[in-house]
């Protein structure tokens, strides 16, 4: 199998739902005799996610392997387990829920749409140029993140779009973390020691994170840190989304506005919209997981210990059998109840988030985020893709756009 694999190593995430959806919902994969560690399951099965996630969470670990894929995250929370997990989590748990850090948080993804966001796609459109809104959209959440969970602005998203040393550092993290899931630990680990190749490049990638991260804990703690509460296209869809704005805020005009998250409550299609696009598109595609002991699915698979188990929430998304025949349509309708409200679907079958005892606590804080983002570009702007523009998943741990998102942008009011 592994040849196969090798091939489409540049579209992983695709071949993942072309092969689930042609051998069923849970597929194992051999690697080579004498490498059982390039055995592991594939599943996008809901009742296994439910299984392994929430009802056996203890027996599905991250497992010894986890901590040295991942050693460029050190033990933090995404990588801690057991008693070092719910330490950091209890205390991840007290700042997101603080009313002081979500008040913090509004803020300051109101101020970056306000003053950065918006007035640079003004610019674009005025000057009818195209634009990358992935480009721009990281660095706009680079810029809200780090001033968030720091108390720093690393101004990414300033006139001229500055070369930022950390953030390309952590594009190349992603992508060798996503190769090290699929080549022999041997082999990887040969040449970290070596200092070849990928391995090389994260190895310059650690050092540039870890100079910056330094730096930022130097500048908060010669400041006065304890006084802030940072921690140290489809377009009917974009109408529907700009006529519930317009609903309430009027017709957009010379004056551009960008909304509080308060303002924004209540907007149940803005908020069916988003959920349809992290259905398609979770942010982290695959969930890793090890078998700590021998276990039987509820699919009826047998698991041996010690099976690495990855779950595609990708693939999930587009399963006829979870979500529908139209599921790799983008149907926000899909998340409106009969009443006019937000269905709730089951974290085993929408896992953008993660389910059980690892819930993502940033949920949130992330919607927040995408909705001040989403209505400020919507209400001021119509965005449109450059004609003959390839979008396609990148090889990341992270789900990023290999080319881009080439786009044309005009003031909604010209429109």
């Known amino acids: 199998m592994l040849p196969g694999l090798f091939s489409n190593l540049h579209c992983l995430h695709d071949w993942t739902v072309h092969l689930l959806r042609t051998t069923g919902p849970t597929f194992f994969f051999k690697g080579p005799p004498l490498l059982s560690k390039m055995n592991f399951l594939f599943t996008c099965d809901p009742a296994n996610a439910n299984h392994i996630l929430k009802s056996a969470f203890n027996d599905y670990p991250k497992g010894p392997d986890f901590p040295e894929i991942f050693d460029p995250l050190g033990n933090g929370l995404i990588v801690a387990d057991e008693d070092s997990w719910t330490t950091q989590r209890k205390a991840a748990h007290c700042l997101l829920a603080e009313a002081k850090f979500r008040g913090f948080v509004a803020e300051t993804s109101k101020g970056n749409a306000e003053h950065k ?31 968030i969970f720091t108390g720093v602005d690393p101004k990414c998203l300033s006139d001229g779009f500055p070369d930022v040393l950390f953030g390309r550092a952590i594009d190349d993290v992603e992508e060798v973390l996503a190769l090290r899931h699929v080549i022999p630990m041997w082999w990887w680990k040969l040449m970290r020691w070596l200092n070849v190749g990928h391995e090389k490049k994260l190895a310059s990638a650690r050092e540039t994170i870890d100079a910056y991260v330094m730096q930022i804990v130097r500048e908060r703690r010669e400041a006065n840190y304890e006084a802030s509460p940072d921690m140290v296209s489809n377009p009917y869809v974009e109408n529907k989304i700009y006529e519930e704005l317009k609903a309430r805020f009027g017709e957009a005009d010379e004056q551009t506005k960008v909304f509080d998250v308060e303002s924004l409550r209540g907007f149940v299609y803005l908020h069916a919209a988003l959920c349809e696009v992290v259905r398609l598109y979770p942010s982290v595609p695959i ?35 979870v979500w529908g025949k139209d599921c790799e349509e983008f149907r926000p309708e899909q998340w409106i109840t009969e009443h006019g409200t937000i269905k709730y679907e089951p974290p085993q079958k929408f896992l953008a988030f993660n389910a059980g005892t690892r819930t993502c606590l940033g949920k949130d804080v992330a919607f927040t985020q995408m909705k001040i983002v989403a209505a400020a570009v919507i209400y001021n702007f119509k965005v449109e893709a450059v004609e003959g523009h390839v979008v396609e998943p990148r090889m990341s741990v992270v789900l990023h756009m290999k080319n881009g998102f080439l786009a044309k942008v005009r003031k909604r009011r010209e429109c």
Do not use: Q
């Not at 674009?124 to 680079?142: K, N, S, Y």
């Not at 078998?291 to 188990?309: N, Q, Y």
């Open 287 to 321: 969930n890793h997981k090890w078998a700590a002991k021998a276990d039987v699915l509820p699919s009826g698979v047998s698991v041996e210990a010690g099976t690495r188990i990855l779950i595609s929430m990708y693939a999930m998304g587009r399963m006829e059998r």
């Open 117 to 147: 966001l918006v007035p640079m796609l003004a610019r674009a459109a005025d000057l009818g140029e195209v634009v990358d809104m992935e480009d721009v959209l990281l660095r706009l959440t680079f810029d809200t993140s780090c001033n």
